[in-house]
């Protein structure tokens, strides 16, 4: 098959990896990583549990004071995320 206009595959992956809804699914895949990245280190391993589904994020803690002080910055690291993401994937968190 001949091309009129050929294109590098980098260029084709860039406009795949765009596409919305791929994008988001990408973001969804990185919740864990943006999930370390904001909380820290000591936070992210007392993390027993890390499941997304349907737009809410359950977080499991070891800790009580650790669990206590997520719980109550619960809209603050909706906000983080989501800005993290440049989508709103995450619209509420159970901590547990």
């Not at 098959?1 to 406009?15: F, T």
């Not at 973001?27 to 904001?38: F, H, N, S």
């Not at 997304?52 to 909706?78: C, H, K, N, P, T």
Request: glycine fraction near 6%.
């Amino acid at each position: 098959m001949k091309r009129s206009e050929p294109k590098l595959i980098g260029d084709v992956l860039r406009e795949f990896f765009e596409r919305p809804y791929v994008a988001r699914q990408v973001a969804e895949g990185k919740l864990p990583e943006y999930w370390r990245e904001i909380v820290g280190e000591h936070i992210a391993s007392l993390t027993t549990e890390f499941r997304f589904e349907r737009g809410i994020l359950y977080i499991g803690i070891a800790s009580g004071v650790a669990r206590q002080e997520i719980f109550f910055r619960r809209d603050e690291l909706m906000t983080l995320l989501n800005e993290r993401a440049k989508f709103r994937i995450v619209n509420a968190i159970i901590v547990r």
